[in-house]
Nanobody
Framework: QVQLVESGGGLVQAGGSLRLSCAAS????????MSWYRQAPGKQREFVVI???????NYADSVKGRFTISRDNGKNTVYLQMNSLKPEDTATYYC??????????????WGQGTQVTVSS
């Protein structure tokens, strides 16, 4: 069994910063990629950023230059540093990861989400 647990959400004023964390635990052999998605009320879940096991990253245009993803492989944890936050960044942020347990090819897992609210 694999779990993803996010933390670090909260309420911040526009222009402020937050740092989200997502820790993977359980029966983990390897983590192929870790990523963040977000979902605002009434909208579909959208991609934010991904980081591969090799450290390659890809950002949504809406967050380029403001958000930075990093990864601590030893802790099976990914971080999302969010700077210059805007009200339109308000959403529930979800961690997603492709994780292989011993003897498996891997599956996609989701965290429970953490709320980020940016006030104007």
């Amino acid at each position: 069994q694999v779990q993803l647990v996010e933390s670090g959400g909260g309420l911040v004023q526009a222009g402020g910063s937050l740092r989200l964390s997502c820790a993977a635990s359980g029966s983990i052999f390897s983590i192929n990629y870790m990523s963040w998605y977000r979902q605002a009320p009434g909208k579909q879940r959208e991609f934010v950023v991904i980081i591969t096991s090799g450290g390659s990253t890809n950002y949504a245009d809406s967050v380029k230059g403001r958000f930075t993803i990093s990864r601590d492989n030893g802790k099976n944890t990914v971080y999302l540093q969010m700077n210059s936050l805007k009200p339109e960044d308000t959403a529930t942020y979800y961690c997603n990861a492709h994780i292989a347990s011993p003897g498996t090819y891997g599956n996609s897992y989701w965290g429970q989400g953490t709320q980020v609210t940016v006030s104007s």
